[in-house]
């Protein structure tokens, strides 16, 4: 259970008994509560009276608790208790309202609902079991309609799992499951899931497969070409079964979703993104790393740093993770990597050892991509003092997974890219769009914002897709290539603020509507309180600390804007966007009045991409400063050919810089390098 206010700050109460009491509360919203209920749930062994008092000091102790939210949530009368309808956002509602049309709420389910209240009082125990047997049913209920309108093997297999995540005995999913990989041609993993759904039959229901699933394995077996098309005649639903809700430590196909009873304000009104499977997104696991030479002290960091890892990489929306205990096992048999994608799906495997060096610990990294054969296509070594373990631990996950999060994302893209485009989803289009842009290269650049006005008109409440679209219409103006800049810049920013909207707990999304802000509209303040919000919610994301170093440059904070970018380069040396980013270091040095190690970086973002025209003009600046008057000429060449109207009454009416003496330097140093007025 989570209870989270718009600024990110936890609200959950400490004591069960008040987190029970809100859970009841957030479960029957917008109902009211009678107290008497309430006393007789919570405490059921205490007499009436005494049961009264212990629920007045937990209603106080709960008001105390929602007193950071700023405003009355929770309405207390003499006879009842309720939250007030329009204040809270409860991630269970969103699920109990899903329908096959709005399906996304489904990838919020994550484990037992309320597992961590168990045993609080037997009369609780006895309400809860019919909260998670309610929430179960209409789950159930539409991941079999999403099921049964599938017929493609592409589309029936997450649908399947999904299926299979709610109730993992329904042999309908599993005869899904069979035929859908045999028509890919997949037969071994067809089998494979026949022997997951007989042990899961055998386990928690004592039974075995039933005859139309034994006949399908047969015929899978058997037969040359595969078998009929998994939704083409899709098979009649099993009478139910008493189901037992998976726990913690069993296979994840879906990404965390954990309970959460939240004020409006932390979720808006109109929460659409909820990194719903049927999007897609990378699947990935963290194994306890293995221990040499180590000491008994150290031993813990095995499943201290996977634990740490996996929670810093569940900040990125797109990710679903497996949590590193449920891998735990592996890490001390086998390691199989084939065998950990068979048992969980996962995509991206990270591994690695710890090994004592003299006083210190390496610690050695490798990204295995699953789907790929295995390929390595990702590893670091970090070499770091023992004085501070837990540090080590933090500093390790933070920059493993700035770096890892960009490389999931080009590789997840150059294998969408190798598919069929015809039967692309939203998050498909989005995933095809991002290296068309970073390309600039302008038809394929144009080609990606066609690709993301259809992700936003497929999806509308897809956060990603309006955030991924509004960072393109910032290239669209900074690289002049749009007739009507003030008309774009107007569409960019109605785009990012409905991708946060749509997702206010998005960090990547924010940070770009505070770009947006800062380098289009010179909302230079508003820009920033969204940069710290982004790192509020993820202090590992590169884009957020780079972005945030940018505004603090306009605004004319240079020591704080270099510390900025500091941090985004400690934590991405290596970042596929790093000529976008690094133009911050150009402009820092530049007003810094360091010309020569402006154009120093100017030189080295230029090579990884000539056709940023961004990079173009602190680097020329810098050279009109310095009198290379060959150099700058070269460079002014390349700008003008991207930006043919580039002039100083241009660059002087766009500027988003707030003192006037950053303002007429850099004009200054455009003015020297033979820009014209």
Known sequence: MEAWTLTSESILPTGRKTRALLAILALSSPRPVLRSKLAELLWS??????????????????????????????????????????????????????????????????????????????????????????????????????????????????????????????????????????????????????????????????????????????????????????????????????????????????????????????RGNDRGETRATTRGGARVGVLPLQMIGTNEAEAHLSTGLADEITSALARFRWMFLVSSSSLARYATQTRDEMQIRRAFDIHFLLDGTIQRVGERLRIALRLLDLRAGNQVVWSHRFDRATDDLLTLQDDVAAEVVAQIDPEILLIESQRVAARPSHDSNAYDMVLRAMPLISRLDKPLFMEAGDLLRRATELEPDYAAGHAWYAYWHIFLVGQGWTDTPAEVMGETGRLAERAITLDPQDAKALTIAGHVRAFLHHRLREAIALHERALMLNPNLAMAWNLSGVAFAYLGDLPEAERRVARYKQLSPFDPQAYFYDTARIIIALLKRDHAQAVEIGREVSQMNPAFSAACKPYLAALGHLGEKSEAESVRTRLLEIEPEFSIAGFTAASPFERAEDREHYIQGLRLAGIRE
Not at 119 to 128: A, C, H, Q, T, Y
Not at 176 to 201: D, H, K, N, P, W
Not at 244 to 262: D, H, M, Q, S, V
């Open 45 to 266: 062994r205490r007499p009436e009276e005494q049961a009264r008092a212990s629920l007045r000091q937990e209603i106080h102790r709960l008001l105390e608790a929602l007193n950071p939210v700023g405003q009355q949530i929770m309405a207390v009368q003499r006879d009842h208790l309720a939250l007030r309808p329009g204040t809270v956002w409860v991630d269970v509602e969103e699920v109990l309202r899903a329908s096959t049309s709005k399906p996304q709420a489904l990838s919020l389910l994550d484990g037992e609902l309320l597992e961590d209240l168990d045993g609080v009082d037997p009369s609780f125990d006895g309400w809860l079991a019919g909260e998670r047997e309610r929430l179960r049913d209409r789950a159930r209920a539409l991941a079999e309609m999403l099921l049964r309108e599938k017929d493609d093997p592409e589309t029936v297999i997450p649908a399947a799992q999904q299926l299979l995540f709610i109730d993992r005995t329904h042999e309908g999913a599993w005869r899904a499951l069979m035929r859908a990989y045999a028509t890919r041609g997949e037969r071994g993993m067809a089998i494979q899931s026949f022997e997951r759904c007989r042990a899961v039959l055998a386990d928690l229901l004592d039974a075995q497969p039933s005859d139309e699933t034994l006949r399908l394995l047969v015929e899978i077996r058997a037969s040359s070409p595969p078998p009929p098309r998994a939704g083409a005649t899709p098979p009649p639903p099993l009478p139910r079964a008493e189901i037992r809700a998976p726990n913690r430590g069993e296979p994840r196909n879906e990404p965390r979703g954990e309970t959460r009873a939240e004020s409006r304000e932390s």
